[in-house]
C-alpha cells in the first residue's frame, strides 16, 4: 500500500512528495527532526517531543511553519489513514528551499520552513525480540559537533558508529569524549551498579532524551536510586547490567560492552522492570 505523507500543508501519495533540490536540509542538514512512537493506535509521549521540536527550532533560530500548532492533529490523520496500530511517525522541518545554495541564513520573513511527516508501519513495536536476548556494544571516538542537545538531521556520523557496530558483529555503539561515554548513536545510554542506575547528565554534549526523562522518573516513582554523572567504559564493562533508551526502542537491555560480558549476559532485573513500568505508563498516557 502507497503511503500518505503530509508536505507542507497537503496529505499526498509518497510518489508524489517532492521537495526542492535547493532545501537547505538536502543542502545543508539544516533541520530537525523528531520521532514518536505510534502503540495501539496512540502517540507516545507527544507532548515532550512537540517542546524538545520547539526548542531545536529556537536554539537554530529557525522559522516555526505554519502547521506546527496542528501538529498533533496532523499526526493523528497520519495514523488513521495509514492504518498505523504501531510504529513510528517521522517529522522534520527545514530552514526551507530560499533560491540558490549560500551558506547564509535566508530571512525567516521571506522564506518559510518544509514540513515533512511520513508514518512506518510496524507491527509488535513493544515486543522487539532484542529485548529478551540484549544488546551487544562496542565503543567509538565521538567526533560529532558540540550541539548535540539540538536534534538535528546531521546524523552521518551516527550511521557511521552503526555500521562500524556491525561490521564488529554488534548491535550498536556508545560514543566516548575525554574518557566518558557520552551516549549511545541514537540513544541515552545507563549502566547499573548495585541497583544504583547511573547516566550522563543533561548538557549540551547529549540529546535530552525524552524516552530518558519519562524513563528515570519511572524509576524514581519505583524508588530506584538514580545518579546522574560521567561514566567510563571500563567501569561499564564492570557494572551489573546495563541498558540504553529511545523513542524507538523504549529500555532495551545491553549484555556486552567491547567484548566483556555484562553480569549473566543476560538482560538484567532492573532493565527489564524499568522497560515493563514505561510501557505501561506510557501506554496509560498515550493520546
Known sequence: MTRTVYLNGEYLPETEAKVSIFDRGFLMADGVYEVTSV??????????????????????????????????????????VNEIEDGLIYLQITRGSPGDRDFVFPDPETTEPTLVLFT????????????????????????????????????????????????????????????????????????????KIITRALSNDILHGITRAAVLRCAKEAQMEVEERNFTIAEAQEADEAFVTSASAFVMPVVEIDGAQLGDGVPGPVANRLREIYLEESLKKAI
Open 120 to 195: 512506518q508501519n510496524k507491527p509488535g513495536l513493544a515486543d522487539n525480540p532484542a529485548a529478551k536476548k540484549g544488546m551487544k556494544i562496542i565503543s567509538i571516538e565521538d567526533v560529532r559537533w558540540g550541539r548535540r542537545d539540538i536534534k538535528t538531521v546531521q546524523l552521518l556520523y551516527p550511521s557511521m558508529g552503526k555500521m562500524m557496530a556491525k561490521k564488529a558483529g554488534a548491535d550498536d555503539a556508545w560514543l566516548v569524549e575525554d574518557g566518558h561515554v557520552t551516549e549511545g548513536t541514537s540513544n541515552n545510554a545507563y549502566i547499573v551498579k548495585n541497583g
Open 39 to 80: 502503540l495501539g493506535g496512540k502517540l507516545i509521549d507527544f507532548e515532550g517531543h512537540a517542546k524538545r521540536l520547539e526548542r531545536s527550532l529556537n536554539e537554530l533560530d529557525m522559522k516555526k511553519p505554519a502547521a506546527f500548532d496542528d501538529l498533533l492533529e496532523i499526526h493523528r490523520e497520519l495514523v488513521r
